[in-house]
């Protein structure tokens, strides 16, 4: 059912991108706008890895990496990968201080995922383990390519609505007039936000389940939410996202704000919801994260991979 709604959603956001070109140019702008929409899809059907890891300087993760966290990071994503029978999908580390994680490719086959060294830094291996399961539940579901696809889509429509802002406004034979242009800057953007946000908020509570079945850890799934959320809405945002908000949707909590809530203008559903309904089906009980986990990852000068070479190594997970 789910993947039916999708279907109707994406559809819908093409016709939304089609009738924008109609109001703009009639039939000949409604034929642009459709070829457009096509060439738009089938470039983020094939590149839709490469674009994404680009806007954020993903780097692929190789065996002789030196910093033992990712290596773990790396093989715990792999071994989760081959348990869930899926293809190996590229693994790769973003630079950036937020927790945050994300997927992307047009299929299991052609797919990647990518940690933040906050990540990394913030988070036991347990919780790494059960956000980077989230993610190869988004590839596994195919997430990624409709959410890479209607984030495509999305942003040509605000593009659209501002090419008919600054072309042809005063075209009155066009269907609509001018007063359909200001129509179409406002409600064109604001409608393609909003189906992108409905695609993006059901996607996030399968995933949460599918996630915790493949690290058969739902508990440290909830744990992982609840931090990242809480670092996010101390004011760190990634910056990289910032430069390119369609893809907010992406990650596994919002990095534009960190304060999402069950509306039409939120791209995730709120971390508390997602929690009692990752609880509620696995069942537990949901912790709240310690606090110092968060301000002690604040308040550290150094990057996120420097450790002070006098403090003694604590032995752990990491080994």
């Known amino acids: 059912m789910n993947h039916i709604r999708t279907f109707m ?23 642009v706008a459709l070829a457009f929409a096509l060439v738009g899809n089938l470039i ?3 590149n ?8 954020y300087k993903a780097q692929e993760v190789t065996a002789d990496n030196p910093d033992a966290r990712i290596r773990t990071y790396a093989s715990d994503v792999r071994e989760m990968a081959q348990r869930a029978g899926m293809p190996m999908p590229k693994i790769t580390i973003i630079e950036s201080d937020q927790p945050n994680a994300f997927a992307t490719g047009r299929d299991p086959a052609h797919a990647a995922v990518a940690a933040t060294t906050g990540l990394l830094t913030m988070l036991d ?3 790494i383990r059960a956000v980077m399961g989230h993610e190869l539940a988004h590839v596994k579901n195919r997430d990624t390519l409709t959410m890479t696809v209607t984030a495509t889509i999305a942003g040509a429509i605000s593009a659209l609505a501002n090419f008919a802002f600054f072309f042809g406004g005063n075209d009155r034979e066009r269907p609509g007039g001018f007063i359909g242009v200001i129509a179409i800057m406002i409600l ?26 493949i690290s058969g850890d739902p508990q440290a799934l909830a744990s992982a939410l609840q931090k990242i959320d809480a670092y996010a809405r101390g004011g760190r945002v990634n910056l990289n996202a910032e430069r390119n908000p369609a893809t907010a949707h992406m990650f596994i909590i919002n990095p534009l704000n960190g304060h999402g809530a069950d509306n039409l203008f939120s791209t995730h559903p709120s ?12 069942g537990g009980k949901a912790t709240p994260p310690q606090p110092e986990m ?8 150094m990057g996120p991979w420097e450790q002070p070479a006098a403090q003694p190594r604590k032995p752990g997970p990491w080994g």
């Open 44 to 46: 983020s059907y094939w």
């Open 125 to 127: 291996r347990r919780e």
């Open 188 to 213: 064109a953007p604001m409608a393609a936000a909003l189906v992108q946000m409905a695609i993006s908020r059901g996607r996030e509570y399968e995933a949460d389940a599918g996630g915790a079945e």
């Open 9 to 31: 959603l994406l559809a819908a956001m093409t016709a939304l991108f089609v009738g924008v070109g109609y109001l703009i140019g009639g039939p000949t702008g409604m034929a």
């Open 271 to 282: 971390t508390s919801n997602r929690v009692a309904a990752l609880l509620g089906r696995f």
């Open 48 to 55: 839709a890895d490469k674009i994404v890891l680009s806007m």
């Open 294 to 301: 968060v301000t002690s990852t604040r308040k550290r000068s």
